[in-house]
């Protein structure tokens, strides 16, 4: 009886201790009577850990992309990976409102940082004011939002969309000869990756007067909405002549590829396909001569994620925006990359 009063009394002062030392927005290691180690030296244990725990909320946009199923594997993976890290992580399915409730059940939580993929640009100002009002940074990850909130946000990790857009309009207009007709399968509405991977393709377009965008349509960067978009497209009057098609999205290409060839076209021979962020499929549809430029766009994010939240835990700053490195592949570049992707 005396020996478990003792237990109890170290239990209970090492839980006070690890909620004192946890403070304000961490996560608080309550270690219930249920769940309590055999000796109290484990519990002191436990709340060391409890204390040093990054507590993240992640809101996700859904699942539209092989890009995407990459960008949420390498932020859940690397979590499960390293214990300091507990990861909250919640799946918006395409819908603004879904993530701005996720944000404020992060808030509610007390999470040490908030990081989400922000599935439009513009509509964040009320949560991400709740966020700031309560002192928890806010990560952007691979999609930003429009440059007045930019206070709002304490770093954006991710590409520069409008090199990408540039990329894939100088490499189309090669491989169409310089002049021919375009058709652009854009992205998700509202979405930074599609409004700048457009914007970045006109600009570049302006250098190639014979080249005309004869059709500029959402597919929203998934594959069957890109299939369906192409099939019409074909069936159309601008699209009885077309040498090329710019993809925002390699699914919209994958999908593009199967309705153009269903309608008895060669696609990468008959009509040019470059399309952003260079997962696997895409490696294979350009050695299979389907496909002919992909301009890459780094899903892989996880490390880089948790390695400024945990500096911004620290107390250190961190880059207004924590660029990816990217390359351009095609023909045998494309064939000898295969077999080292990674996504
Ligand atoms: O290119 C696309 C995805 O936001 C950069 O979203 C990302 C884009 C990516 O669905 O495949």
Same mark, same amino acid.
């Given at each position: 009886?005396?020996?478990?009063?003792?237990?109890?009394?170290?239990?209970?002062?090492?839980?006070?201790? %690890?909620?004192?030392?946890?403070?304000?927005?961490?996560?608080?290691?309550?270690?219930?009577?249920?769940?309590?180690?055999?000796?109290?030296?484990?519990?002191?244990?436990?709340?060391?850990?409890?204390?040093?725990?990054?507590?993240i909320g992640f809101s996700q946009?859904?699942?539209?992309?092989?890009?995407?199923?990459?960008e949420t594997?390498?932020i859940q993976?690397?979590a499960?990976?390293?214990?300091?890290?507990?990861l909250k992580f919640s799946d918006?399915?395409?819908?603004?409102?879904?993530q701005?409730?996720a944000i404020?059940?992060f808030?509610?939580?007390?999470v040490?940082v908030i990081a989400m993929a922000?599935?439009?640009?513009?509509?964040?100002?009320?949560?991400?004011?709740?966020?700031?009002?309560?002192?928890?940074?806010?990560i952007?990850v691979?999609?930003?939002?429009?440059?007045?909130?930019?206070?709002?946000?304490?770093?954006?990790? +991710?590409?520069?969309?409008?090199?990408?857009?540039?990329?894939? %309009?100088?490499?189309?207009?090669?491989?169409? +000869?310089?002049?021919?007709?375009?058709?652009?399968?854009?992205?998700?509405?509202?979405?930074?990756?599609?409004?700048?991977?457009?914007?970045?393709?006109?600009?570049?377009?302006?250098?190639? /007067?014979?080249?005309?965008?004869?059709?500029?349509?959402? +597919?929203?960067?998934?594959?069957?909405?890109?299939?369906?978009?192409?099939? %019409?497209?074909?069936?159309?009057?601008?699209?009885?002549?077309?040498?090329?098609?710019?993809?925002?999205?390699?699914?919209?290409?994958?999908?593009?590829?199967?309705?153009?060839?269903?309608?008895?076209?060669?696609?990468?021979?008959?009509?040019?396909?470059?399309?952003?962020?260079?997962?696997?499929?895409?490696?294979?549809?350009?050695?299979?001569?389907?496909?002919?430029?992909?301009?890459?766009?780094? /899903?892989?994010l996880g490390?880089?994620l948790y390695?400024?939240a945990?500096?911004?835990?620290?107390?250190?700053?961190?880059?207004?925006?924590?660029?990816?490195?990217?390359?351009?592949?095609?023909?045998?570049?494309?064939?000898?990359?295969? /077999?080292?992707?990674?996504?």
């Open positions: 009886m005396v020996q478990k009063k003792r237990f109890m009394g170290a239990l209970v002062a090492a839980t006070v201790l %690890a909620t004192l030392v946890s403070g304000c927005g961490t996560k608080t290691e309550t270690t219930s009577a249920t769940k309590a180690p055999d000796t109290a030296k484990t519990t002191e244990a436990t709340a060391k850990a409890g204390d040093s725990k990054l507590v946009i859904g699942a539209e992309s092989g890009w995407r199923g990459a594997q390498s993976d690397t499960k990976a390293d214990p300091t890290i507990d918006a399915q395409q819908k603004q409102e879904n701005i409730k404020r059940s808030i509610a939580q007390k040490d922000p599935v439009v640009e513009t509509g964040w100002e009320a949560v991400l004011k709740e966020a700031k009002d309560a002192k928890i940074p806010v952007l691979d999609r930003g939002i429009d440059k007045k909130n930019e206070d709002l946000y304490t770093s954006f990790i +991710g590409s520069d969309f409008i090199t990408e857009g540039q990329n894939a %309009a100088k490499a189309l207009a090669e491989h169409m +000869g310089d002049k021919g007709n375009v058709v652009e399968l854009e992205g998700t509405v509202g979405a930074s990756a599609a409004n700048d991977r457009k914007k970045g393709f006109d600009d570049e377009m302006k250098k190639h /007067p014979n080249i005309k965008i004869v059709k500029s349509q959402s +597919g929203d960067f998934n594959r069957a909405t890109g299939k369906q978009v192409m099939e %019409a497209i074909l069936k159309s009057p601008e699209g009885k002549d077309i040498q090329g098609v710019y993809a925002h999205n390699d699914d919209m290409a994958l999908g593009a590829i199967q309705a153009i060839e269903e309608a008895g076209k060669k696609p990468g021979t008959d009509v040019k396909i470059v399309s952003i962020d260079g997962i696997k499929e895409a490696f294979e549809a350009i050695k299979a001569g389907k496909l002919n430029t992909v301009v890459e766009c780094n /899903p892989l490390p880089q390695q400024a945990k500096d911004l835990k620290a107390g250190k700053t961190v880059p207004k925006w924590i660029k990816s490195n990217e390359d351009v592949f095609s023909g045998q570049k494309a064939i000898d990359a295969l /077999p080292n992707r990674k996504y």
